[in-house]
């Protein structure tokens, strides 16, 4: 794919779709729709800049969203379209060469796809400007003032035109300036109509959906969720008894005639489930992420652990659905601190209790944990991810 530069226009104020933030912030399928479009680009050949035009009043939602040190450049756009467009454009001056082709895309439309942007970018090369556009399907009525219908339109020639739109840069910038400033340009194209210039049309997608309302999202969380997968993962912990008059199980502490020994609180129930999760995440061990090496852990509560494999998770749009465990010891008696522990550890994980299980047994007096020695849990954490797109 040749190279090229997006603009990713992200300023709207719309909250038609609900939720109380503007629809680019809300997250589909556990990730901001913002994020799912700019990753979506970077993961890109031939991208040499990301642009993200936001609205005044949202950078610290932006930065939430993106990550503070993510490899974009933020700017923040104008009152319109077209003048947002054009903040885009500004912060790409010095940076881009006059004949390079630049995308400007939705942010509202996280599903566009590595096909549909290459044939743009092409024919943008090609042509000197270039957009996807669409059949229309539904057969078109125009309608007069009082609601009835007065024709149907021949919908054969219309199409319905969607982003990324691609241009060279020198005939953007040149297009911006010389098109009247009062032209109510709903998308970058038609700047190049009033200007007379031709624009080439590409095959659009009809998955490259723009969320725009309610029903947007919930269908596209309808299709995400199709998409999702299930993972699991397996957790095994050992911690040595030693003398002492207390210990700590799944998250809470209970009075015991001996306690359990490690280099942080040794809540060998906590770190087997924190290793499920890891698992399910194909993300390494406990131990690779909180070396037993590292001072800072000593005596660590290890909720501590257990909310690091969630922020793991939620980054990666994974949902954690059920958590088992096993804790394997004569002693202390599991049964009356059960429903304490299960509502620990929910709280630690942000889910509903009954998505926690603890169980316990003994090994009959066999083995290690049947002589008193130490205690063992195993766990298993059941996840769900996203595909790769709907
Ligand atoms: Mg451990």
Known sequence: MPGFHAIIVAAGTGSRAGAGLPKQYRPLAGIPVLRRTVDQFMALAGLKSVIVVIGPGQESLCAEVLGEDAPVTVVIGGASRRESARAGLDALTGRAAPDDIVLIHDAARPFVSNALVERVVVKAREKGAAIPAI??????????????????????????????????????????????????????????????????????????????????????????????????????DVHRLGPGTHLWLMGIELSHDRSLIGHSDADVGLHAITDAILGALSAGDIGSHFPPSDPAWRGADSSRFLAHAMALAADRGALLEHVDATLICEAPRIGPHREAMRARVSEILGIETDMVSIKATTTEKLGFTG???????????????????A
């Open 371 to 389: 002589r008193g020695e130490g205690i063992a849990c195993q766990a298993i954490a059941t996840l769900s991810v996203p595909g790769s797109r």
């Open 135 to 236: 059949p229309v399907i539904d057969t078109l009525k125009r309608v007069e003032k009082d609601g009835a219908v007065a024709e149907t339109v021949d919908r054969a020639p219309l199409r319905a035109a969607q982003t990324p739109q691609g241009f060279v840069m020198s005939a953007l910038a040149r297009a911006h300036g010389d098109v009247a400033a009062s032209h109510p340009a709903t998308d970058d194209a038609s700047l190049f109509e009033a200007l007379g210039l031709p624009v080439a049309v590409v095959d659009g997608d009809p998955t490259n959906l723009k969320l725009t309302t309610e029903a947007d999202f919930q269908m596209a969380e309808t299709r995400m969720a199709d998409t999702r997968r299930v993972r699991t993962g397996f957790g095994y």
